[in-house]
């Protein structure tokens, strides 16, 4: 043949059709705390929960220590964040085989107060070549992604005079308008939000004079404006990811021993938040400047710290609390302020939404697939991934899924 014969020219339209399929089937990555838009959401996704009795083919596990925090995956590397005796340890892992890269490890005494686990808790993020780590007692690191070489260390406890809270620091840093921004919980100082430069780990600002909580900030963008929406212990806020500037901000929370874990959740121009503890949910509209609570709530979707999903108006989530035994998975429609359905007893748990399906990671260490349709539960597989208890939340990148318990992370296959 030669290269001007026909046979050429349709075996390349082949191979071009080829590796374009592949590339717009190459699934997304999960840097970060609730995956690429921290919204629990998994874009380009082509999974499948036709599997055997033995549920879906694992892949690799690995013994971790100590901590709540799941994985963050990108550029083929997944980031554990875990515990070993006196050091938080960060380790890069090979994401398809487990193999390990890399591993870097600091000293810590943290001792918790009220839970027995002692390791960290918050999801690593990773960041144009960069991982970045925020451990319990609030050390926060930026580290090299190819070699695990520490860039910079900040103390935020110390530097802000912030205290340790119930269960030590437990709010996923964000990067935005080039700056990583954390929940450090400075009250005294007035830093309750933070912001570090990504390359010197320098604070460029530092805004609302709150303690922290355990609700990871998301940024949204609204007709042209950047809103950077935090809950810390007794606020709501948005805020100018590029200065810290206060937009707006709203009483959220309650004194007294009670917790803010779910991330802020936009629906188009409203904004949910949803905590337990009797604090309820609030469903508020908001413009670049202000925003108008529309309802607030103990009755409807009230979770302990799992973020709902929102899929097609509608809110699929958790209504109760992990330790007193009592959880429900709920789909509620926020607009008209209606639950849609409620399955009793379905026990505490994390969704995630991919391929339109919700995968919901229970903390039984149970796999549950779920249709998500406002008509009625419709429960489609399960199967059993870990005899633990899996608080860290799950993982979902390139048809892999990362889940973790008190002693081991596994990976598991869904395409």
Same mark, same amino acid.
């Given at each position: ?50 599997w ?13 220590g ?29 994401? +398809? ?21 002692d ?22 690191? +930026? ?116 917790v803010?874990g ?7 121009d ?39 999903? +929102? ?8 209504d109760?609390r ?21 399955? +009793? ?24 697939v779920?249709?998500p ?37 596994r ?5």
């Open positions: 043949m030669t290269p001007s014969d026909p046979r050429i020219s349709r075996l390349l339209a082949i191979f071009v059709g080829m590796m374009t399929w592949v590339m717009e089937a190459r699934a997304g990555e999960w840097p970060q705390i609730l995956g690429p838009r921290r919204n629990g959401v998994a874009g380009e996704e082509s999974l499948s929960h036709d055997p009795d033995t549920g879906p083919k694992k892949l690799w596990e690995k013994k971790v100590g901590g709540l925090a799941g994985v963050a995956v990108a550029e083929g590397t997944a980031i554990l964040f875990h515990r070993e005796e006196d050091r938080e340890v960060v380790e890069a892992l090979d994401a +398809a085989t487990g193999r390990q890269k890399w591993k870097a490890d600091y000293p810590t005494t943290y001792r918790p107060s009220f839970v027995d686990d390791g960290p808790r918050c999801v690593p993020v990773i960041h144009d070549g960069g991982v970045y780590v925020f451990g319990a007692q609030g050390g926060l690191r +930026a580290l090299d992604l190819k070699t695990g070489a520490k860039r910079w260390e900040r103390d935020t406890h110390q530097d802000f005079g912030a205290q340790e809270g119930y269960f030590g620091a437990g709010s996923s840093p964000i990067v935005a308008a080039e700056r990583l921004i954390v929940n450090v919980g400075g009250a005294r100082m007035a830093a309750g939000m933070a912001a570090f430069d990504l390359e010197t780990g320098k604070t460029l600002w530092q805004s609302v004079d709150d303690q922290a909580s355990y609700s990871s900030p998301v940024v949204v963008d609204r007709d042209g404006v950047a809103h950077l929406f935090c809950v810390t212990r007794l606020k709501a806020s948005s805020l100018d990811p590029a200065t810290g500037k206060v937009r707006f901000q709203f009483d959220f929370g309650s004194r007294g021993p009670t803010n779910a991330n802020p959740v936009v629906v188009g409203r904004l949910f938040l949803t905590a337990s503890y009797g604090v309820g949910a609030v469903f508020a509209e908001f413009d670049a400047n202000s925003a108008k609570t529309l309802w607030a709530s103990d009755e409807i979707l009230s979770s302990q710290y799992t973020t709902p999903i +929102a899929f097609e108006g509608m809110l699929y989530g958790i109760g992990q330790d007193i035994g009592v959880a429900e998975l709920r789909c509620i429609d926020p607009a008209t302020r209606k639950v849609k359905w409620s399955r +009793a007893d379905f026990g505490y748990a994390t969704p995630i939404h991919a391929d339109g399906r919700l995968w919901v990671m229970k903390t039984d260490g149970e796999l549950v779920v249709r349709d406002p008509a009625k539960y419709m429960e489609i597989a399960r199967a059993k991934l870990l005899s633990g208890t899996a608080r860290a939340l799950p993982a979902l990148s390139e048809g892999r899924l990362y889940v973790r318990d008190e002693s081991v992370l990976c598991f296959e869904l395409r």
